[in-house]
């Protein structure tokens, strides 16, 4: 009987049942490890704080990197710099593109930097290439 999807709470595949609440913790709910931790610092966020800091000004090299990664986080990427033709029509998205992938080729840009480069050059050469159709509907339109 504890195997009956009816009364275990969970579907035939093993997942939980939708609007099942036995399926765990409701959306946004904390876990209890961290609700645990929540109540053991309970009222010292200050203190730790201090404490951190004059650990890292007395030379403490963990203490410190946890003091600027809090005030200073680490870069999740950087700007990259090279030179690109201006982009106003798609031809002019392919010669940027290829602009591109010979400053990959150069070592100016990494191939990841690139990549991320070209998810911005497709998404602009589509907003080109639309509106483009949209002019060139408009321009039937008021031919007819």
């Given at each position: ?10 579907k035939?595949d ?13 959306p ?8 645990a ?6 009222g010292?966020?200050e203190?730790?704080?201090?404490a951190?800091?004059s650990k ?12 600027l990664?809090?005030?200073?986080p680490?870069?999740k990427?950087s700007?990259v ?7 106003s029509?798609?031809?002019?998205a392919?010669?940027a593109?290829?602009?591109l ?19 911005l ?5 589509a907003?080109?290439?639309a509106?483009?159709?949209e002019?060139?509907?408009a ?6």
């Open positions: 009987m504890a195997d009956d999807p009816k009364t275990n709470g969970r035939t093993g997942t939980f049942a939708e609007g099942n609440s036995l399926g765990g913790r409701k946004g709910a904390r876990n209890k490890a961290t609700l931790v929540e109540a053991l610092l309970e010292e966020h203190q730790l704080t201090r951190a800091i890292a000004l007395e030379g403490d090299t963990a203490a410190l990197r946890l003091c990664d809090r005030i200073a680490p870069r990427d700007p710099t090279f030179d690109l033709p201006p982009i029509t798609a031809e002019d392919l010669k593109s290829a602009a992938l010979k400053a990959v080729a150069a070592g100016e840009v990494t191939p990841d930097e690139a990549g991320r480069v070209m998810a050059l497709t998404a602009h050469k907003l080109v290439e509106g483009d159709l002019m060139r509907i321009a039937l339109e008021n031919k007819q």
